[in-house]
């Protein structure tokens, strides 16, 4: 055999086992479409599906795999785009997918190639990050493997399980009763159910006396779940993505985009099915119609041809159901508590009216509003003013962070609700939360809010806990901190997605000038911009020729008059009803226009101008 030819053979045999031995590319291509499903069997809808199907595809990948996932906007009517939820992006923020924030919207017709390298572990999800559009079924389980997980060798097998809120009606026909002037006090649209893996009354079939993983991600849009298996206990060894020493528990509060990965061992006897229970948390919701279904049963099925009973639901959400406090967990990397922060930031959460006379969501007083070039794209445009916050405008909320440096978030909640907050591109510790978890968690919503005071805070853990997403207590406040060790621009909101309508959101842009030199936005992203009719270069207000200068900026609308209460505007919209001392009191009052959905100083439609992601 000629040498040349052996050389190639011996090249292709390496190349082969590089591949079996490293990271390999891992390829989904997906065809979104509007598909239909009844997965409650209450109601057949129209739903967002990926090559004709839904439930969608689960992604999966192997930790240290390249991630290549090619979408089709083949809705026809609606902008979409995808966030990996959970995923860092190291040197890849342009992948991370909330639109306006590191993208364009990808208009009807448009392809996006989402591409990057997965160097974490465990339990994550995607979902679409374009105005309201996950609700409609565009969300789904991503699991990252490990062949070296400490606890791979505690369990014989595993299984992916969603939980979720599910709505009937279609979010572009709910969306336009949200944020307006008739629902001034914000009252989240009510789901009409709530689904376990996409289903309900699902049987899982199990083996006596083997133990297995549950990887459990709440998908939903807004409602936080209890979970529990009767007569069964388990440990935690997973949130978020983070692996953590086993810690025994009974019982899990689930918030809107948490996940939790537990080993539940089985009994040896077959003679009975045990209900795996979720409860909704029926706080969360403002009205409760008698035929929601806030319990579910599902079960571990032992025995096939056995009963399967229904839960016995003799407990009260508020005081019996005791869940774990995820703080206490302790990383299995023992990775120390982060000391001295360098930079200490402090947010109030509120929910208050502007003078549109319906409801938003502020962190100090700044509802979140898109801005008109993707801020990503901003850093990306404007050289050295990258580094001055000006330039991306007042209502993108934008933090600059430095390269390495450590910071602490306080968020002080002086909402009556709870509120699960969501960092892109990090997970944190968990520093502080008050109150704990437990019976009196709700007993906060009444009386005064507490804030954080540093001079009476706790001991703080040595080894935090860290996860992506973590609730902030009615009326009380959680303390976080995380190094900035990933250039990048990354979104801080809440993940009720009703809240991050209402403007609950900021912007980090982390060491815009490493993005700079870092990151490479392919052309074809820049394309989709063009398609949306979206600029890519410039300032918040697409201003290319003078950075500093936001005129034209998107901004959030004007206060309301001081004393003009959600109660006032109730009373006010019956009084319209009544015409002309209707009408008296909008002029004395200020409110612009009675008509308008959202934010927007240019009077356009929400649509065009309210926070879009
Ligand atoms: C996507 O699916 C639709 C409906 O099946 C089909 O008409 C269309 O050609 C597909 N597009 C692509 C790019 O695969
Ligand atoms: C990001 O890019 C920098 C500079 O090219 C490189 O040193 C670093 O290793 C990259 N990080 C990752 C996680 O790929
Ligand atoms: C992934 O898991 C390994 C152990 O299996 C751990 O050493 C490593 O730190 C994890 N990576 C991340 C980014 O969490
Ligand atoms: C949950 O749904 C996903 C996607 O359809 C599926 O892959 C998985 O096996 C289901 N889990 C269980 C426990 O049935
Ligand atoms: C099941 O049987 C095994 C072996 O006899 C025993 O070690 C284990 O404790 C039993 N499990 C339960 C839940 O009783
Ligand atoms: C649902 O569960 C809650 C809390 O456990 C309980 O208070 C309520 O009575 C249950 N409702 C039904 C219909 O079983
Ligand atoms: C940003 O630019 C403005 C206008 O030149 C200037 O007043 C401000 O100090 C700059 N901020 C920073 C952080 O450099
Ligand atoms: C300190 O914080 C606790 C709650 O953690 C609170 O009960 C107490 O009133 C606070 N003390 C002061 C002096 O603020
Ligand atoms: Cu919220």
Not at 128 to 135: A, I, K, M, R, S
Not at 334 to 341: I, M, R
Not at 361 to 375: A, E, G, M
Request: with cysteine.
């Amino acid at each position: 055999m000629p040498f040349l030819n052996r050389l190639f053979i011996w090249l292709g045999a390496a190349v082969v086992f590089a591949l079996q031995c490293q990271a390999k590319t891992v390829t989904y291509d997906f065809n979104v479409t509007w598909v239909n499903a009844n997965p409650d069997g209450l109601y057949e809808r129209k739903v967002v599906g990926i090559n004709g199907q839904w439930p969608l595809p689960v992604i999966e990948v192997e930790k240290g795999d390249r991630l290549v996932v090619n979408m089709y906007n083949g809705l026809g009517d609606k902008s979409t785009s995808i966030h990996f939820h959970g995923m860092y992006h190291f040197n890849t923020t342009d992948m991370d997918g909330p639109s306006m924030v590191t993208q364009c919207p990808v208009a009807p017709g448009q392809s996006i190639t989402y591409d990057f390298m997965v160097n974490q572990n465990g339990t994550y999800w995607y979902h679409c990050h374009t105005d309201n559009c996950y609700p409609d079924g565009y969300r789904q389980a991503l699991i990252v493997h490990d062949k070296d997980a400490y606890f791979n060798d505690m369990y014989d097998e595993e299984h992916v399980i969603t939980i979720s809120d599910w709505y009937h009606d279609l979010m572009e026909d709910i969306e336009p009763h949200f944020i307006t002037l008739a629902n001034p006090t914000g009252a989240e649209p009510v789901p009409n159910s709530f689904l376990f893996n996409d289903t309900t009354g699902l049987n899982i079939p199990v083996e006596p006396g083997k133990t297995y993983l549950l990887r459990l991600i709440n998908i939903g849009a807004f409602v936080a779940q209890y979970f529990y298996i009767e007569d069964h206990t388990f440990r935690i060894v997973e949130i978020d993505g983070i692996y953590t020493e086993p810690a025994e528990a009974d019982i899990l509060y689930i918030s809107a985009a948490q996940r939790y990965s537990i080993l539940v061992t089985m009994k040896n006897s077959t003679d009975k099915n045990y209900p795996i229970v979720t409860v909704a948390d029926s706080v969360l919701l403002d009205l409760i119609s008698p035929d929601l279904q806030l319990n579910q049963t599902n079960w571990l099925e032992y025995n096939h041809d056995a009963a399967h009973p229904e839960a016995v639901m003799t407990v009260d959400v508020c005081s019996d159901l005791n869940p774990f406090d995820d703080i206490t967990l302790v990383p299995h990397d023992k990775l120390p508590l982060y000391t001295n922060p360098d930079h200490k930031l402090e947010f109030t959460v509120t929910m208050d009216n502007l003078n549109d006379g319906a409801g938003y969501s502020f962190l100090n007083d700044i509802s979140y509003v898109r801005p008109k070039v993707p801020t990503l794209y901003s850093v990306m445009s404007s050289g050295s003013l990258a580094s001055n916050s000006t330039i991306y405008g007042e209502y993108t909320h934008p933090v600059i962070l430095e390269e390495n440096e450590i910071v602490e978030i306080v968020l002080n909640n002086a909402d009556t609700g709870s509120h699960p907050f969501h960092l892109h591109g990090h997970v944190f510790q968990l520093v502080e939360r008050y109150p704990s978890y437990g019976p009196t968690f709700y007993d906060h919503a009444t009386g005064d809010p507490v804030a954080y005071d540093a001079s009476n805070a706790s001991t703080l853990p040595d080894y935090p806990a860290r996860r992506d997403t973590f609730v902030v207590p009615p009326q009380g406040y959680f303390v976080i901190r995380f190094k900035a060790d990933n250039p990048g621009v990354w979104l801080f909101h809440c993940h009720i997605d009703w809240h991050l309508t209402q403007g609950l959101a900021m912007t980090f842009i982390e060491a815009p000038t490493l993005i700079q030199e870092r990151v490479k936005i392919p052309q074809q992203h820049y394309d989709i911009c063009a398609a949306a009719g979206v600029a890519h270069e410039g300032n918040a207000a697409g201003n290319t020729a003078d950075f500093l200068d936001l005129t034209g900026q998107n901004e959030q609308l004007p206060w309301l008059p001081a004393g003009f209460t959600a109660k006032g505007i109730v009373a006010m919209v019956f009084s319209v009803v009544s015409a002309f001392l209707g009408m008296g009191f909008i002029t004395m009052y200020g409110i612009s226009d009675l008509k308008k959905g959202g934010q927007g100083q240019d009077g356009s439609s929400s649509d065009e101008n309210g926070a879009e992601y």
